[in-house]
């Protein structure tokens, strides 16, 4: 069973910078995408951005591009997501998740337990 740690997150101000770190129980085939899901009470969960182990090809939602990087340390089967120029609309809880495309906020690998989260808050 797919397992992955989040950690990292907390408090900052707008435009100031927060990094996730996300440790999976295992080492990702290539063809594996983890990345970053993000969710509030009450809403659906949506896509943040994407790293493809293999090729390390990274992809963003629109509302971070220019503003958060994802990275890999393969050595470490863990992902990053630096953020920086935080907005208060980032505010958030943040979840790891790995799939076989870039749906994998909605339809994770199967056998893929969801984490409990990390929460991100920036304060105005």
């Known amino acids: 069973q797919w397992q992955l740690e989040e950690s990292g997150g907390g408090l900052a101000q707008v435009g100031g910078s927060l990094r996730l770190s996300c440790a999976a129980s295992?080492?990702?085939?290539?063809?594996?995408?983890l990345g970053w899901c993000r969710q509030s009470p009450g809403k659906a969960r949506e896509f943040v951005a994407g790293?493809?182990?293999?090729?390390?090809?990274?992809y963003y939602a629109d509302s971070v591009k220019g503003r958060f990087t994802i990275s890999k340390d393969s050595a470490a089967n863990t992902v990053h997501l630096q953020m920086n120029n935080l907005k208060p609309e980032d505010t958030d809880s943040y979840y790891c998740?790995?799939?076989?495309?870039?749906?994998?906020?909605?339809?994770?690998?199967?056998?893929?337990?969801w984490g409990q989260g990390t929460q991100v808050s920036v304060s105005s």
């Open positions: 998740a790995v799939g076989s495309d870039l749906g994998f906020c909605h339809q994770p690998l199967r056998g893929f337990a």
């Open positions: 295992g080492r990702p085939y290539s063809s594996h995408v």
């Open positions: 790293i493809r182990w293999g090729r390390a090809a990274t």
